[in-house]
T-cell receptor, first 112, second 114 residues
Framework: SAVISQKPSRDICQRGTSLTIQCQVD?????MFWYRQQPGQSLTLIAT?????????ESGFVIDKFPISRPNLTFSTLTVSNMSPEDSSIYLC?????????FGPGTRLTVL | AQSVTQLGSHVSVSEGALVLLRCNYS??????LFWYVQYPNQGLQLLLK??????LVKGINGFEAEFKKSETSFHLTKPSAHMSDAAEYFC????????????FGAGTQVVVTP
């Protein structure tokens, strides 16, 4: 298994600013992912965070808006850039140490 | 590619009654199937999973699910609901052709009444 922490747990931001979310795993994991969960909805995969290379983005998500870093096998960051109220969501990271994804507690973002 | 359908966005059960949450999937390869629970203002917690082997899997908190290939289903059950079971439940599927990419269902909100 894996225990995942995220920082910050929540934030309120102004339109046009950027926020970087950190994700820390307590053990090395082969794959890490970032998801968005809009209010009252399911999880949507944003991208796969690749260690040492550029992230792989899903359809509808672009690097300029959601730059991702993964410098090692236990840490990743997601930046939400040039935010608008439509970006208000919960952002979750996950790690895949085997065949099961384990999730962080999420970062609740509100954009005013 | 895989997809998941959860029947019923909201389920209300009485305390002590059976909990049944339905999940159907489609997959072009043998699927790996998961149920997660999300309590208010928290992340997702794994309830149980099916990868290979026994088709009836038991998870935490008294939940179990049965993989039925002929019905492409992975329904979640608990014989007796407890107030603490009130949460949102997500079914998810992944497959060898898209390893690590989980497709989540829309979720089912469970309300438990006294």
């Amino acid at each position: 298994s894996a225990v995942i922490s995220q920082k910050p747990s929540r934030d309120i931001c102004q339109r046009g600013t950027s926020l970087t979310i950190q994700c820390q795993v307590d053990s090395q994991v082969t794959m890490m992912f970032w998801y968005r969960q809009q209010p009252g909805q399911s999880l949507t995969l944003i991208a796969t965070a690749n260690q040492g290379s550029e992230a792989t983005y899903e359809s509808g998500f672009v690097i300029d808006k959601f730059p991702i870093s993964r410098p090692n096998l236990t840490f990743s960051t997601l930046t939400v850039s040039n935010m608008s109220p439509e970006d208000s969501s919960i952002y979750l990271c996950s790690g895949l140490p085997g065949d099961t994804q384990y999730f962080g507690p999420g970062t609740r973002l509100t954009v005013l | 590619a895989q997809s998941v359908t959860q029947l019923g966005s909201h389920v209300s059960v009485s305390e002590g009654a059976l909990v049944l949450l339905r999940c159907n999937y489609s997959s072009s390869v043998p699927p790996y199937l998961f149920w997660y629970v999300q309590y208010p203002n928290q992340g997702l917690q794994l309830l149980l999973k099916y990868t290979t082997g026994a088709t009836l899997v038991k998870g935490i908190n008294g939940f179990e699910a049965e993989f039925k290939k002929s019905e492409t289903s992975f329904h979640l059950t608990k014989p007796s609901a407890h107030m603490s079971d009130a949460a949102e439940y997500f079914c998810a599927v992944s497959g060898a052709d898209s390893w690590g990419k989980f497709q989540f269902g829309a979720g089912t909100q469970v309300v438990v009444t006294p």
